[in-house]
């Protein structure tokens, strides 16, 4: 059992940058793949980043890639998304995600409550 508590949001402007954070629960933090999503509003949620369990690995949605860098520190169970050059169009309910898969963009089975970043322009 995994629990996940996403922190950082909050209000940034376009072309700002900000981090996000995801605290987990558990001794086999180190062993899931995590991951990043994000829902704006009236839209379904949708895949941002995922790092594998030795952070060896990372993929990124085309949305975000160059702007967005995942890592993580599993000395201190925490996931982290840096998110450079932000567009209004970034503005969403992020959620830190946990797998026991290698590396899976869907196939997720732990879920924060979600973090809101809002980007102005």
């Known amino acids: 059992q995994v629990q996940l508590v996403e922190s950082g949001g909050g209000l940034v402007q376009a072309g700002g940058s900000l981090r996000l954070s995801c605290a987990a629960s558990?001794?086999?933090?180190?062993?899931?793949?995590m991951g990043w999503f994000r829902q704006a509003p009236g839209k379904e949620r949708e895949f941002a980043a995922a790092?594998?369990?030795?952070?060896?690995?990372?993929s990124y949605a085309v949305t975000v890639k160059g702007r967005f860098t995942i890592s993580r520190d599993n000395a201190k169970n925490t996931v982290y998304l840096q998110m450079n050059n932000r567009q209004p169009e970034d503005t969403a309910v992020y959620y830190c995600?946990?797998?026991?898969?290698?590396?899976?963009?869907?196939?997720?089975?732990?879920w924060g409550q979600g973090t809101r970043v809002t980007v102005s322009s």
């Open positions: 790092i594998s369990w030795n952070a060896g690995t990372t």
């Open positions: 995600a946990a797998s026991p898969m290698l590396m899976t963009r869907d196939a997720y089975n732990y």
């Open positions: 558990g001794r086999t933090f180190n062993t899931y793949t």
